[in-house]
């Protein structure tokens, strides 16, 4: 009997999903191959988590070859899919090119940092996508703080423990809300000895935080914050970023050495390169996640433009929750062009969100009931650990530890600023160029080449020289 071969790209939310779904309908049948770039799942909802100090970056990944027995893994990032051949090219992490055929191909390989013409962004900026930007980010922070209370005079001090976060979404609410307790944490009086605290800003051009969310999520998520210190500005956007700060579109220039670019995504940019139609970067599907014109193509997640069959019209959001879920219908469908059940059509009612802002707080509406106060953060943890596939026990030890324990005020600098660049289409590897220093000094090494899919216009940050 000929196995078919099936070859899914990428195993985040969507990819994970559809190869664990796959290796029980086809046990046997069929051939499961999982190109990704690294050999694990990244649970990204909890990358605030990180990036502050509460979880160490291993809890929030789970292990392909340990939880998928089933599925061959291949490590390396696609680079080219030939639509006619069945034919997917790819290049490891050691540079090497690679060549796949598949009877079934299912794309979901996600999305990557939104980047907007703003002057300085490119190079003064990080989003926060991966764990490379989180890992960057938690040293970054930790010896701001430290530098800022050795700086020789006030102002410099004031600068190096000020925070920008442009984009009041689920990330940006996130990381600003967890941020402004780790430095609390870190700088254990409140303030510094000269009398200078750590400032927070959080800004978005919306009119409200969350603006994609339920009213009251946004305010609830507003209260909290603004009720921590963070200096919350609506209506407000980035006008240039330059190494010494972020001037503001209302003229303010605000000294920093930290802007966290977190104004939302685009759809990874392997599916521009596949010539078939796309809605706003995200390659359309039909409601049976498949592409037109090729019935043993399909595509989920952030990188799919999936019909929302309850708001005709639109397409479903880019959300961990829709992700999941697609990549179950995908491995139905998949499943049914090979003879094993019947295809379905794509539809999930929302059921509400949830939005954690650090410590004991929240915002949740699950089943459309507001929740705000610690009750909306045992549902937010709840919902996280039920959400991810594995490594739960790890996750819930680390929370009561951080519960218990005074936050662990230590960077080592091995992730540094142009390891994590903004202008990448692989957020979730860290790139090492040619001419960078490299903790690891493997940088003669011909193998440790930059992966051909990234960009390379980020320099290595003054900021980062201690
Ligand atoms: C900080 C943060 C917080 C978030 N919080 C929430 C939240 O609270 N609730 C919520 O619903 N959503 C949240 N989201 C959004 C959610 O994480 C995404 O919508 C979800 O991850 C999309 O799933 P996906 O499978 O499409 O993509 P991903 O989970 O991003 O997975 C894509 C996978 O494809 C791989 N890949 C990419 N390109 C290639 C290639 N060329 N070749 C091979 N592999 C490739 C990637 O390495 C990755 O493993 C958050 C996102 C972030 C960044």
């Not at 909802?45 to 929030?60: D, N, S």
């Not at 078939?276 to 014109?293: F, Y």
């Not at 960009?455 to 201690?466: G, I, L, T, W, Y």
């Amino acid at each position: 009997m000929i196995r078919s071969r099936i070859v899914i790209i990428g195993a985040g939310f969507a990819g994970y999903r559809t190869a664990h779904t796959l290796s029980r309908l086809a046990r046997g049948k069929a051939g499961i191959t999982l190109l990704n770039p690294t050999d694990h799942f990244l649970h990204l909802p909890l990358l605030p988590h990180v990036a502050t100090g509460v979880l160490e970056p291993r809890r929030v990944t789970v292990s392909l070859p340990g939880t998928l027995p089933d599925v061959r893994l291949v490590l390396g990032e696609a680079d080219g899919v030939d639509l006619e051949q069945h034919k997917v090219t790819y290049t490891d992490p050691e540079g090497t090119r690679g060549e796949l055929s598949y009877d079934r191909l299912v794309l979901s390989v996600g999305s990557a940092n939104k980047l907007l013409p703003v002057p300085g962004v490119a190079e003064h900026t990080h989003g926060f996508r991966g764990l490379p930007e989180a890992l960057y980010l938690r040293d970054h922070i930790t010896r701001q703080v430290e530098l800022a209370a050795a700086a020789p005079d006030a102002e410099t001090c004031r600068a190096r423990c000020t925070f920008v976060v442009a984009g009041a979404g689920h990330t940006g609410v996130g990381l600003a809300a967890h941020g402004r307790l780790f430095t609390d944490a870190l700088v254990r009086k409140g303030a510094l000895w000269n009398g200078i605290r750590p400032r927070w800003l959080l800004l978005d051009t919306a009119d409200r935080v969350l603006p994609g969310l339920d009213e009251r999520l946004s305010a609830t998520a507003d209260r909290v914050l603004r009720g921590r210190g963070v200096d919350v500005r609506t209506g407000t956007s980035v006008k240039e970023a330059t190494p010494e700060g972020v001037l503001l579109d209302d003229g303010e220039f605000i000294g920093t050495r930290t802007l966290a670019w977190c104004v939302g995504v685009r759809p990874d940019p392997l599916v521009a390169g596949l010539g078939r139609p796309l809605e706003r970067g995200r390659l359309r599907v039909d409601p049976w996640l498949s592409v037109p014109g090729h019935p043993e193509v399909f595509a989920c997640g952030d990188a799919a433009a999936v019909p929302d069959q309850h708001h005709p019209g639109r397409y479903t959001p880019m959300t961990a929750r829709h992700a999941w879920r697609q990549g179950a219908t995908a491995a139905h469908n998949v499943a049914a062009t090979l003879g094993h059940g019947t295809r379905r059509r794509y539809r999930h009612r929302d059921l509400g969100s949830t939005v954690d802002l650090g410590g004991a707080k929240a915002a949740a509406n699950p089943l459309g009931i507001p929740l705000s106060g610690p009750l909306a953060g045992a549902v937010t943890r709840g919902h996280h650990l039920a959400a991810m596939p594995g490594n739960r026990v790890r996750v819930a030890a680390d929370w009561l530890l951080d519960a218990l324990l005074p936050r662990q005020a230590v960077q080592f600098g091995l992730v540094r600023s142009a390891t994590a660049p903004l202008d990448t289409a692989s957020p979730g590897l860290a790139r090492f160029p040619a001419a960078a220093p490299h903790p690891t000094d493997d940088r003669h090494d011909p193998h440790a080449q930059e992966p051909s899919r990234h960009r390379a216009n980020h320099r290595e940050d003054p900021h980062d020289q201690q």
